[in-house]
């Protein structure tokens, strides 16, 4: 479990960097930076399984809700935003992932 905490808190921690550059990063630097922490809590062993579960719930239903109306692909190929519906689906992936760590962070800590 610590390996597993601390590259996806690192991770975490890159994708906020990266949102600096994006339109609405009052919003997303946030969002990766409390996954981070999540991360760092299970790295120390500190926290309930049910916090980790409780915030890969909200990450899913957010993943859910930022779907967008018509899927065009992620194109990780081009960094721009070609579309809404591409930067809609990067950031549904984005807290997917976030949501699924979060979920096996919840499992490891109950163990």
């Known amino acids: 479990m610590r390996y597993i905490a601390l590259v996806f808190g690192l991770v975490f921690l890159l994708f906020a960097y990266f949102q600096f550059n994006d339109p609405d990063p009052e919003l997303w630097v946030p969002v990766y930076t409390i996954a981070a922490l999540g991360c760092f809590l299970a790295l120390r062993r500190q926290g309930p399984p049910w916090l980790f ?10 993943a859910v809700l930022q779907w967008p109306p018509e899927f065009e692909g992620v194109l990780f190929a081009e960094l721009g935003m070609r579309s809404v519906n591409i930067e809609l689906a990067r950031e549904s992936l984005g807290l997917a992932i976030c949501a699924v760590v979060m979920g096996v962070l919840g499992w490891l800590s109950g163990r």
Do not use: N, S
Not at 55 to 60: K, P, V
């Open 53 to 62: 579960y409780g915030l890969a719930a909200a990450y899913l239903i957010g």
